[in-house]
């Protein structure tokens, strides 16, 4: 097992641990155990699909934790992230007389963790959660960093707040069970921390893709550990969000833009690793970024083949270039966080249409071969 902690401190100064492994049902005993604070009841909110694929193990954990009042089963995904949903959640929990000495566990991705942990940031002024992240998504990245948010009818996460939670228990066994373009998500972001900061994890990642294809643990908990191993480091310099972290931007002022042109109806993990592959190009101009970084890039693209990627290169320049103009970190100028090479980023590098459309149709010259793959096939018993 590995534990990772995290030195921004929640609100009573304690460091946060993330505990990592392919199984935690003891680690989350003895955490429990020993945990100093009073403990009213705990309330379990559950990602209503999680709980069909890992009901026997869920129930286990549900029944071996005492003052367990609780299971809400509530569904996940993008349009759940909402002012009504979190309406909902909050009356559940404050029906069930939740009370500031409360404990709440959130088993579930991205959505589940921003949405619910947005509730325990607010409800009777904010009280302790913990998180049991369950897609790559979220084990690599959004389970680090305190963000929690729902969404606006004008936008994305447009209503959030920092709110960190005590503990992170990292279970990789729940990745078996997911599907493959969610895995892409957060594949996606596992290779941006290896073109941002670490050769040793791209090397990872290119010779050892037959086992993470297969979500072999072994290699599955060393991806994990190194990308929050960065995403540690960045938050810990930077835990307002002022100046270093842009740099965990790269790919997103263009993936974002895909998103949107696409209208949300394509991968995320593919807009990114698209969205990558335009800023490469644009580090290269800008930034003196050398070339063999988007070689690097187009092995793993087709390494780890997503075919929505293919999809996403018939878009228009034009309109994207729109996009990019109305991305929320822009003012007037559309701003980049590009690369001179790994671990130096580029950050806030303004960028004009001319250069944005060299770098588009640039594009369309690298070729790519998929691997072919058959996620369906693909053999995840090995555990
Ligand atoms: N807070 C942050 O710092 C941060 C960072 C990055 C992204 N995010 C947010 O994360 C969200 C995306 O999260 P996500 O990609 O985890 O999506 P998600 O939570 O919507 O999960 C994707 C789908 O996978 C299902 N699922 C979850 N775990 C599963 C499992 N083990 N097996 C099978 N299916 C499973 C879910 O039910 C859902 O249908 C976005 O809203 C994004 O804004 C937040």
């Not at 590098?349 to 793959?373: G, I, K, M, R, T």
Request: negative net charge; contains cysteine.
């Amino acid at each position: 097992m590995d534990i990772l902690t995290l030195n921004i401190r929640d609100r009573e100064l304690n460091p946060i641990p993330f505990f990592i492994a392919p199984a935690l049902h003891d680690q989350w005993q003895r955490w429990l155990q020993v945990y100093p604070y009073r403990i009213d009841q705990i309330f379990w909110i559950v990602d209503a699909t999680v709980n069909q694929l890992h009901s026997k193990i869920l129930e286990y954990y549900q029944e071996n934790t005492e003052k367990t009042e609780l299971v809400v089963l509530f569904p996940a995904g993008e349009p759940y992230k909402s002012r009504r949903f979190r309406d909902i959640l909050e009356d559940v929990l404050l029906n069930a007389r939740i009370n500031r000495h409360s404990l709440i566990i959130i088993v579930g991705g991205g959505t589940l963790g921003d949405l619910a942990g947005f509730v325990a940031a607010t409800i009777h002024r904010g009280i302790r959660y913990v998180f049991f992240p369950t897609t790559l998504l979220a084990q690599v990245d959004s389970c680090l960093g305190g963000k929690v948010a729902i969404n606006h009818p004008q936008g994305k996460n447009l209503l959030g707040t920092f709110h960190y939670p005590t503990a992170v228990f990292i279970r990789t066994r729940f990745l078996r069970t997911l599907p493959w373009a969610e895995w892409v998500n957060g594949l996606a972001e596992v290779i941006k921390y290896a073109l941002l900061f670490d050769v040793q994890l791209l090397t990872v990642l290119k010779k050892y893709y037959r086992e993470i294809r297969a979500r072999d643990s072994v290699w599955v908990q060393r991806i994990i550990r190194r990308s929050l191993h960065w995403k540690k480091w960045v938050v810990e310099h930077d835990p307002d969000e002022r100046w270093y972290r842009a740099s965990l931007n790269f790919g997103h002022t263009v993936g974002h833009a895909l998103e949107r042109y696409f209208n949300y109806t394509i991968s995320h993990g593919a807009a990114i690793l698209i969205g990558m592959a335009v800023e490469l190009l644009l580090s290269q101009r800008l930034c003196s970024c050398p070339g063999y970084l988007l070689k690097e890039l187009q092995t793993l693209l087709e390494r780890y083949p997503e075919p929505s990627v293919l999809q996403l290169l018939n878009a228009d320049p034009d309109e994207l270039w729109r996009w990019m103009q109305y991305d929320k970190k822009s003012d007037d100028e559309v701003r980049c966080s590009l690369l001179h090479t790994i671990g130096d980023p580029c950050l806030y590098e303004p960028v004009s249409q001319s250069q944005f459309l060299y770098a588009w149709e640039s594009l369309q010259n690298l070729p790519l071969v998929l691997d072919q793959f058959d996620p369906q096939s693909a053999d995840l018993s090995g555990d």
